[in-house]
């Protein structure tokens, strides 16, 4: 991916939790302050999600798009991208790079870029998708704990 942004995180919870809580795409709007609705679309044959729409407002911005996501067989990472473009973005890139430490804990890495329809300063798009990160992970970090 060029001209992206990456960040990690550890989480006090085994690499199988941090999955399932990436996986559950369903229960996005409970925890995800931003994400307002998400409906999988379709599903590969082992039940996880293939195309995933979600209706995003982060006060700055507001967005419905598809994502198409892929899995490592070891469910190690998880990477996506933009089905199509939508009203704010043109491309978008992620994974989570998912690693189970000895002592139980799991270090997520958060890797993303994002062009946007609309013209953005670089340095203002690598904050905003900074903030994204730091906002996801830590998000994540919380749910994930939470059991």
């Known amino acids: ?13 085994p690499a199988a939790r941090v999955t399932e809580v990436i996986c559950d795409f369903a229960s ?6 931003a994400i307002k609705t998400v409906e ?13 729409r979600f209706a995003v ?4 911005f507001a967005d419905e798009y ?13 990477q996506w991208h933009l089905a199509a473009p ?18 139980g804990t799991t270090d997520v890495t958060y890797t993303l870029s994002v062009d946007l ?5 670089g340095m203002f798009k690598k904050k905003a998708e900074r903030k ?5 992970l830590r998000e994540m970090k919380t749910r994930a704990e939470a059991r």
């Not at 991916?1 to 919870?13: G, K």
């Open 28 to 33: 996005y709007p409970g925890w995800v302050d």
């Open 40 to 52: 999988v679309l379709s599903e590969y044959e082992d039940g996880y999600a293939h195309e995933v």
């Open 57 to 60: 407002d982060a006060g700055m």
């Open 1 to 13: 991916m060029a001209d992206s942004s990456t960040q990690t995180i550890q989480i006090a919870a």
């Open 132 to 136: 994204i990160l730091d906002t996801a």
């Open 66 to 78: 598809t994502l198409v996501y892929e899995y490592a067989a070891d469910l190690s990472r998880i």
């Open 86 to 103: 939508s009203s704010v973005q043109k491309r978008q890139d992620g994974a989570y790079d998912i690693v189970g430490n000895a002592d």
């Open 117 to 121: 329809a609309i013209p953005m300063l």
